[in-house]
C-alpha cells in the first residue's frame, strides 16, 4: 500500500510539472523502481519490504553490484569471543585543536556535515598511524553523519556482541595521496571511518563493561550535541521542488518501471576505469547548503578512552558500498541530548517522511571472513 501511494504521489506530481532537463544535485526521491540504468537517478532507500531496500541494492544499479559481496562489507557484528587482540598503533590527529569551516546538507537519507576543503595542509585536520595502514599515510578529515534507527534503542549500524546503541556517528577520512573524498572512496584502502557510539543523555543505558574491566565513562559530547539541535533543524525540511524537472521526466514513470533488475551481477568487482567512467554522479553544486558558523572538529564527538576500539577493513554501508574502508570502532559511547536525537529523527528524507520512519542504518552484514582486531 506504502509502495503503491508513492507512485501515485510521483504520478500526480507529474502531471503538474512544466518539461526541463537538468541533472540532480542530491540524492533524488524514488521512482519507484527495482532497477536504474542513469547512476544519476538511482536510488535507494532503507525500506526493508522494497526493491530499493538494503537487500536489494546490489541489483538496483551495475555500479552497486560490490553491495552484494560477503567479503568485507560493513556494517559487522564485533563479536568480542573472536576478535583479536594486538598493540595496534593508536590513531594520531594532527591539527585536532582547530575548528575546520564545514556545511551542512540534507542527502534525502539523511543530513551530512561536510569539511569545506582546504588546499594547504596545515589548514586541514589530518589521521596518521591508522591500524592496517602504512603509518604514515595521512586521511584528511572530510565528512560526519550520524546513523540511527526506527527502534529508538537500536540504531547504531556496528553493534558490539550483538549491543546496538540509539546512534552512530561516523567520521570520514580519506587518503590525501587521492585529493578528494569522491575519487578516494572507490580507490583501494582510500578510506578511514571512525565510528563512535552515541546514547541519549539522561535515558538509563546498560554500562559497556570492557573486556579488562575498564567501565567506560560515556562522555557527553555537548559541542556535537549542540550542532545536531541547531543545524538538522536548518536542513530539516527536503527541498523537494528542487527535483521537480526529475520527477516529471519521469512522469510516465508509473507505467513504465523498470523491474529487470538481476542478482546476477551481484558481489562482482567494478574496474577502476569503469567506475571512472560510469559511476561518477554529475557534480551537485547546485544542493541546498547551510555554512557551519562554528566549524567542525572530529573532538567534537570523540568519546573519552579513544584507546579503547576495534578495527577491520570493511566497506561503505550504503551504495556503492566499495570495499575501502579501514573502520575503527570506538568501544566506549558518547551522549547527546534527547532534543538532539528528536532533531535528527524528524529530518525529511527525498520522499518527505521524517527519517525515523525507516531509520537510516543498513542492517548487520554476513561476510566470509572477517578478523576484527581489539586494542585492549
Ligand atoms: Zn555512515
Redo the contacts with the bound molecule.
Keep these: 500500500m506504502e509502495v503503491l501511494l508513492s507512485f501515485l504521489i510521483v504520478a500526480a506530481l507529474s502531471v503538474t510539472f512544466v518539461d526541463g532537463a537538468g541533472y540532480l544535485q542530491v540524492r533524488p526521491p524514488t521512482l519507484g523502481q527495482c532497477y536504474y540504468e542513469d547512476i544519476n537517478t538511482a536510488h535507494f532507500s532503507y525500506n526493508r519490504t522494497f526493491c530499493e531496500g538494503p537487500a536489494y541494492w546490489c541489483q538496483i544499479h551495475i555500479c552497486w553490484i560490490t553491495c552484494g559481496s560477503n567479503e568485507r562489507q560493513s556494517p559487522i557484528n564485533i563479536d568480542t569471543r573472536k576478535t583479536q587482540f594486538r598493540l595496534l598503533p593508536m590513531p594520531k590527529f594532527y591539527n585536532l585543536h582547530k575548528r575546520v569551516p564545514a556545511t551542512i546538507r540534507n542527502t534525502g537519507h539523511a543530513p551530512e556535515f561536510n569539511v569545506v576543503q582546504t588546499k594547504s595542509n596545515k589548514d586541514r585536520i589530518i589521521l596518521s598511524n591508522v591500524p592496517g595502514r602504512p603509518k604514515d599515510k595521512k586521511y584528511v578529515f572530510a565528512q560526519l553523519?550520524v546513523?540511527f534507527g526506527r527502534d529508538e534503542t537500536q540504531g547504531s549500524?556496528h553493534c558490539i556482541d550483538n549491543i546496538f546503541k540509539p546512534m552512530e556517528a561516523?567520521l570520514v577520512f580519506y587518503d590525501l595521496d587521492y585529493g578528494n573524498l569522491g575519487d578516494a572512496r572507490s580507490k583501494k584502502d582510500g578510506l578511514v571511518?571512525l565510528g563512535v557510539m552515541v546514547e541519549v543523555r539522561g535515558n538509563p543505558q546498560k554500562p559497556t563493561v570492557c573486556k579488562n574491566g575498564r567501565k567506560c565513562k560515556p562522555r557527553f559530547a555537548k559541542r556535537f550535541s549542540d550542532l545536531m539541535e541547531k543545524y538538522y533543524e536548518q536542513v530539516r525540511c527536503f527541498p523537494l521542488e528542487q527535483y521537480r524537472d526529475y520527477i516529471h521526466n519521469d512522469r510516465f514513470g508509473f507505467f513504465r518501471r523498470r523491474n529487470s533488475r538481476s542478482k546476477k551481477y551481484c558481489g562482482g568487482t567494478l574496474s577502476q576505469n569503469y567506475i571512472q567512467n560510469r559511476c561518477k554522479k554529475d557534480p551537485d553544486d547546485n544542493s541546498l547548503k547551510v555554512q557551519v558558523t562554528e566549524g567542525l572538529s572530529p573532538k567534537d564527538v570523540l568519546p573519552y578512552d579513544t584507546d579503547l576500539f576495534y578495527t577491520y577493513g570493511g566497506s561503505l554501508?550504503?551504495p556503492p558500498c566499495y570495499e575501502t574502508v579501514q573502520w575503527i570502532v570506538y568501544k566506549c559511547p558518547i551522549t547527546v541530548s534527547s532534543q538532539a536525537f528528536n532533531m535528527l529523527q524528524f529530518v525529511e528524507d527525498s520522499q518527505k517522511d521524517e527519517l525515523i520512519k525507516l531509520g537510516v542504518r543498513r542492517p548487520i552484514q554476513k561476510n566470509r571472513k572477517v578478523t576484527v582486531y581489539s586494542s585492549f
Design positions: 553523519h546513523h549500524e561516523h571511518g554501508t550504503t
